[in-house]
Structures are given as structure tokens and as C-alpha cells.
């Protein structure tokens, strides 16, 4: 079956510019986790969903960050006046509900900011 | 709050040659998982192994193992005769019992040469 997709694969924007990452979880999977992977700050969680819930926007770096989830499903992640330090790898990963000890996780979006 | 420490930032053998990634942990969490995760050049994480506070019993598949110890709140994975193609980042992560965000370790790059 199609595992988690993530597009663009890669972004290059200019510092000030606005980004739109998308994420495409596994069919079936209501909850959603977005991470990032940069040079400094290694692997690290920004947000997830769980089906219609609030969101747990505790990992969101900066209000430059925020997330939305359509329809349960797809994802975008959006990030505002983008700085130099946003430059790193947006990943991506789903579940099933309940099963955060299961997360599979999508190719990645690397994002560059000039 | 969940820490997870690799000490080793990078580590270089040479083909056939065993190695084993460290992994300690710091958590207040009396049910809580483990993982150990590989990222190879692509850059996808691909899961190797989740291992539950309950179940101590080391495990192996193939030529991986991993030892589990709660008294040292460590979680440690040994490569057996490593091959070229087990050059990766290695990252081990927490995952608390009732939490939803996976904490990561730094990564351990392994560099297996011919």
C-alpha cells in the first residue's frame, strides 16, 4: 500500500518568503505528527493531530509556524517570513489513532531558505 | 521531560567489523518506549526496532541486536559483521506511554568502509 507522501521533495525560497509543506498520511491513519530535522536542533516534534481534536502545537518553533489538517487527511504545514535558521528537513509521519508507538514516516521535505 | 543522549556523533569500521551504537535515556515516565530508527543517504527513517518499558529481554533479527537496560536506562544496538550498506544515521528515540511525540537522540553516523 502507498505509504506517507510529502511534496515538494525540495524547497528553495528566499528569506521573507512564505512556504506551504504538504503531507499525505497513509489511508486510515487519523493522527498526523510533523518533526523537523536541522543541523542544530537534530530530530525534533512540532505538532500533531488526532482526528477532529485540538492540535498539540506545543513543538511549533516560532507563531511563523502553523499547521492545518483538511478533512482529517491531508496536511500542510505553513511557515511565514521564512528565516535562514527554518532551513531542514520537514518530516512527516501517521498512525493509527492511539498507536503514536507506531508512526511511519514520509520521504521528508527539505527546505532551503537563501 | 524525555532526553535522549548518543554519545558516539560518528563512528567509522571497517567492513565485517562489529559495532555497537550507544543509547541512554532520561525519563520520569514508568511505561514509556524505545526506537531505534535508520536513515540512510535518501534520507527516509526507516524503523528498526520498539521495545516497551515492560519487556527487558534483549532481541535480535539477523545481524542486529539491541540491549535493553532499565537499571542504566540504556537501550544500546550492535551491528554484527556491518556491511558497506549499514552506513547510515542511526537514531534512537522515546516515546512516553500516554504521549504522542517521539524525542530523538542526535544521531550516530556510521561509516562502514570496504
Known amino acids: 500500500g502507498a505509504g506517507v507522501s510529502q511534496s515538494p521533495s525540495n524547497k528553495v525560497t528566499e528569506k521573507g518568503k512564505d512556504v506551504e509543506l504538504r503531507c499525505d498520511p497513509i489511508?486510515?491513519?487519523?493522527?498526523l505528527y510533523w518533526y523537523r530535522q536541522s543541523l542544530g536542533q537534530g530530530l525534533e516534534f512540532l505538532i500533531y493531530?488526532?482526528?477532529?481534536?485540538?492540535?498539540?502545537k506545543s513543538g511549533l518553533p516560532s507563531d511563523r509556524f502553523s499547521a492545518e489538517r483538511t478533512g482529517g487527511s491531508v496536511s500542510t504545514l505553513t511557515i511565514q517570513r521564512t528565516q535562514q535558521e527554518d532551513s531542514a528537513v520537514y518530516l512527516c509521519?501517521?498512525?493509527?489513532?492511539?498507536?503514536?508507538?507506531?508512526?511511519?514516516f514520509g520521504p521528508g521535505t527539505r527546505l532551503t531558505v537563501l | 521531560a524525555q532526553k535522549v543522549t548518543q554519545a558516539q556523533t560518528e563512528i567509522s569500521v571497517v567492513e565485517k567489523e562489529d559495532v555497537t551504537l550507544d543509547c541512554v535515556y532520561e525519563?520520569?515516565?514508568?511505561?514509556?518506549?524505545l526506537f531505534w530508527y535508520k536513515q540512510p543517504p535518501s534520507g527516509e527513517l526507516v524503523f528498526l526496532i520498539r521495545r516497551n518499558s515492560f519487556d527487558e529481554q534483549n532481541e535480535i533479527s539477523g545481524r542486529y541486536s539491541w540491549n535493553f537496560q532499565k537499571s542504566t536506562s540504556s537501550f544500546n544496538f550492535t551491528i554484527t559483521a556491518s556491511q558497506v550498506v549499514d552506513s547510515a544515521v542511526y537514531f534512537c528515540?522515546?516515546?512516553?506511554?500516554?504521549?504522542?511525540?517521539?524525542?530523538f537522540g542526535g544521531g550516530t553516523r556510521l561509516m562502514v568502509k570496504p
Open positions: 489511508s486510515g491513519h487519523t493522527a
Open positions: 528515540a522515546l516515546l512516553p506511554g500516554a504521549g504522542n511525540m517521539l524525542t
Open positions: 509521519a501517521s498512525s493509527f489513532p492511539a498507536r503514536a508507538d507506531t508512526q511511519y
Open positions: 493531530f488526532q482526528g477532529n481534536s485540538a492540535p498539540d
Open positions: 525519563t520520569r515516565d514508568t511505561t514509556y518506549y
